[in-house]
């Protein structure tokens, strides 16, 4: 009888760790699922965090020489050359 209950003993032990074996790939899996997760919801934040912050400074009107109309990519014209235009147009007959 204790031969016998030798043998069940080592194969019930045999399944318990094969069964470990299984449960500890499957927590690995979880654990990079989890990282990953983790990764886009961060990636995902900042985005979000970067909008946020572009919107807020486009939302704050910068002066440019003293005109807030004016957008920061235009430059004003000189008084000269603004005159030689009007001057153009005044010979075209506009």
């Known amino acids: 009888m204790g031969l016998l209950n ?3 003993t080592n194969r ?3 399944e318990l760790e094969i ?5 500890k790939r499957r927590w690995i899996g979880v654990e990079q699922e989890w ?3 983790q990764a886009r919801v ?3 934040l900042r985005r979000i965090n970067r909008a946020e912050q572009a919107a807020a400074q486009a939302d704050e009107p910068e002066v440019v020489e003293g005109d ?3 957008p920061l990519t235009t430059l004003g014209t000189s008084a000269e050359r603004l005159a ?3 001057r153009q ?3 075209k007959g506009r």
């Open 19 to 23: 069964e470990l074996d299984d449960l």
């Open 12 to 14: 019930k032990l045999k």
């Open 89 to 91: 147009l005044a010979e």
């Open 84 to 86: 030689k235009i009007q």
């Open 42 to 44: 961060s990636k995902v």
């Open 6 to 8: 030798w043998f069940s």
């Open 35 to 37: 990282d990953a997760v």
């Open 68 to 70: 807030p109309r004016l």
